[in-house]
């Protein structure tokens, strides 16, 4: 199974919103609402901010959201702070009863 | 309070095989949660490695089910990966990690950085 392709970089001015993409096939991201994205910050784990697509752990801010069509989802962190830099990551459960992590997106506040 | 930890060597030699013990609290693997492995080279990508439920088989990634078995000890609960015939391509840092939303890995380990090196 190949890697769900992701953008290397996305960037916004605090307080903009900013949107990640993750494509898939339809043996993985069109398969199952089963997507999830994760954010890292250097030297930490990474940390689940999205599950089944569009659901938030709790604790997580309503700023960020997810939503999915067809081979695709997307990740929308809207009202960028600063803290929200650093890399996303998707992630989505497949028909072979695995996951599979995207390629990564570095996020910069400008 | 639910917490992961891994354990195991930080270095290995090529062609060696890697042990590592993730023991972990505050749940157990019981139903359709699901206890397992995440990797990351150095710089690069998360990689699925593998996942064990309570009664589900054992979920291994295409790209490394060859190599890799995965085993859980309930009574002690600790969950085990084994990578065998180590290599270079192999170092990474290793997250144990616990799947208790459906798809979604929101308890993870700090990880343990493993390097493959003679």
């Known amino acids: 199974q190949s890697a769900l392709t992701q953008p290397p970089s996305a960037s916004g001015s605090p307080g903009q919103s900013v949107t990640i993409s993750c494509t898939g096939t339809?043996?993985?991201?069109?398969?199952?609402?089963?997507v999830s994205w994760y954010q890292q910050h250097p030297g930490e784990a990474p940390k689940l901010l999205l599950y089944?697509?569009?659901k938030r752990p709790s604790g997580v801010p309503d700023r960020f959201s997810g939503s999915k069509s067809d081979n695709a989802a997307s990740l929308t962190v809207s009202g960028l702070q600063a803290e929200d830099e650093g890399d996303y990551y998707c992630?989505?459960?497949?028909?072979?009863?695995?996951?599979?992590f995207g390629t990564g997106t570095r996020v910069t506040v400008l | 309070q639910i917490t992961l930890k891994e354990s195991g060597p930080t270095l290995v030699k090529p062609t060696e095989t890697l042990t590592l013990t993730c023991t972990f609290s505050?749940?157990?693997?019981?139903?359709?949660?699901?206890v397992g492995w995440i990797r990351q080279p150095p710089g690069q990508a998360l990689e699925w490695v593998a996942l064990?439920?309570?009664?589900?088989?054992?979920r291994y990634s295409p790209s490394l089910s060859s190599r890799v078995t995965i085993t859980k000890d309930t009574s002690k609960n600790q969950v085990a990966l084994t990578v065998a015939n180590m290599d270079p391509g192999d170092t990474a840092t290793y997250f144990c990690?616990?799947?208790?939303?459906?798809?979604?890995?929101?308890?993870w380990g700090q990880g343990t950085l493993v390097t493959v090196s003679s």
């Open positions: 990690v616990y799947e208790q939303l459906p798809g979604g890995f929101n308890y």
């Open positions: 505050g749940f157990s693997l019981t139903g359709a949660v699901g």
């Open positions: 064990i439920y309570e009664t589900i088989n054992e």
């Open positions: 339809s043996s993985d991201v069109g398969a199952y609402n089963y």
């Open positions: 089944e697509v569009t």
């Open positions: 992630s989505s459960y497949t028909r072979s009863n695995t996951f599979v």
